[in-house]
């Protein structure tokens, strides 16, 4: 009976070829709007992790406060009450930590031969390549020599390398920054954009030192990036650097902190769960064209059940039962779901790989996201269907006989 059911729901599909195609259309639609939809949003969530990620993972970044002149404070950061010292003492005493990696930057313009190029130029110390995840395409990265001798040595992001240098490998050549010639040493692979959209290979690395005694000529620092062992061990290392920093800084009672520890894997947290409500937003939105493809389903089946009323009582009067007659136009109304399902479903991919090629937007495609549209196409068939087949199986049998 199963099998007869649906072999006698796809000749009815068959013999309304155009009323069945207009039936699924609203179906297709809506489960080719979630998939597209979903893969969008799944995209954008990707795309920030990863940027986050790029950053450096388990990272804190200690950052001075707002320094305050006559009651009036100035922007965040523009504290010097970071030193290396602070960065020193951190990494010895606050346990569960892997790098510690102190930093200070400023823009400057980079010249090499005829060629100009204007970019942030960071001072830093070899744990900057662990912590923020860099690798070295060409040459060597800054040593502690380096950093001892001050040496005038830099390290240039594949923006900058490309910008100056062109196709040639800039390795073993000099460069000037603020009209001091520095060697190249080493060029780093390229990383992309991050998710707010800046160049992360437009820069240039010169050992911490070298900037702060010879480029800037400060002794304090802009930030420290420290990298946490454990994912678990994040809230207690920032609890220990800030009452370590404290201690250090003579900051006591309710005095405000003159400095800043931000938690990124707080931040990538809350980025994944905003973004993660934007798809479901944008889920719910595809979902509304399949709550009216249902609606459409319930009024085709109600014609349908109409126009066969003489053959519903012909059945019953050979013997059919009310779960039988049930049975076929529920069958019917599952089979319109399930085909518009997969139709809807090659809609969506088709959609999601046209907005990656030809937008802006990256799409991501999980096979939740298509289950679950799929799954949903087929219970609406299975719902909205209910009601037509429910009247088709209480016909007399009499009256359908009758009926012209």
């Not at 998939?35 to 970044?61: H, P």
Request: glycine share 10%; hydrophobic share 45%; aromatic share 6%.
């Amino acid at each position: 009976m199963f099998k007869e059911s649906i072999a006698i729901a796809l000749r009815a599909l068959l013999a309304n070829k155009l009323r069945s195609i207009l039936t699924m259309l609203g179906i297709i639609i809506g489960v080719g709007a979630v998939i597209a939809m979903v893969s969008i949003g799944m995209g954008v969530r990707e795309k920030v992790q990863s940027s986050i990620a790029s950053l450096g993972s388990n990272m804190l970044i200690v950052t001075p406060g707002a320094a305050s002149s006559q009651g009036v404070r100035s922007a965040s950061g523009s504290s010097i009450t970071l030193s290396a010292e602070d960065a020193e003492y951190i990494k010895k005493t606050v346990s569960g930590i892997d790098y510690v990696a102190p930093s200070v930057s400023k823009q400057y313009q980079i010249i090499a031969g005829n060629q100009n190029w204007t970019t942030t130029v960071y001072g830093i110390t070899p744990e900057y390549m662990a912590i923020k995840s860099l690798t070295v395409g060409s040459g060597s990265f800054v040593s502690e020599q380096d950093i001892k001798s001050r040496n005038r040595v830099a390290v240039l992001g594949a923006t900058v390398a490309e910008s100056l240098f062109g196709e040639m490998n800039p390795t073993g050549q000099n460069i000037r920054i603020n009209n001091t010639p520095y060697q190249v040493v080493g060029i780093l692979d390229s990383k992309g954009q991050s998710s707010m959209g800046q160049d992360q290979d437009d820069i240039v690395l010169v050992p911490l030192t070298t900037a702060q005694e010879r480029l800037l000529g400060i002794t304090y620092l802009n930030s420290i990036s420290i990298q946490v062992s454990t994912l678990e061990g994040m809230d207690q290392a920032q609890a220990q650097i800030t009452e370590l920093l404290r201690q250090r800084h003579k900051i006591s009672g309710n005095k405000e902190d003159d400095f800043t520890v931000r938690n990124l894997t707080s931040i990538m947290q809350m980025m994944t769960e905003t973004t993660g409500t934007i798809t479901l937003f944008l889920g719910c939105i595809g979902a509304i064209s399949l709550l009216v493809g249902g609606i459409g389903i319930m009024n085709i089946m109600m014609v349908s059940v109409t126009e066969r009323t003489r053959e519903i009582g012909i059945r019953k009067a050979l013997g059919a039962r009310y779960n039988d007659i049930m049975l076929q136009f529920l069958i019917e109304s599952v089979v319109i779901g399930v085909l518009g399902g997969i139709f809807g479903v090659g809609l969506g991919i088709a959609a999601a790989f046209a907005i990656s090629a030809f937008g802006s937007l990256n799409t991501v495609i999980s096979a939740l996201s298509i289950l679950v549209p799929f799954g949903v196409s087929v219970a609406v068939g299975l719902f909205f269907g209910i009601y037509p087949a429910r009247k088709a199986a209480l016909l007399d049998p009499i009256d359908a006989l009758r009926y012209e």
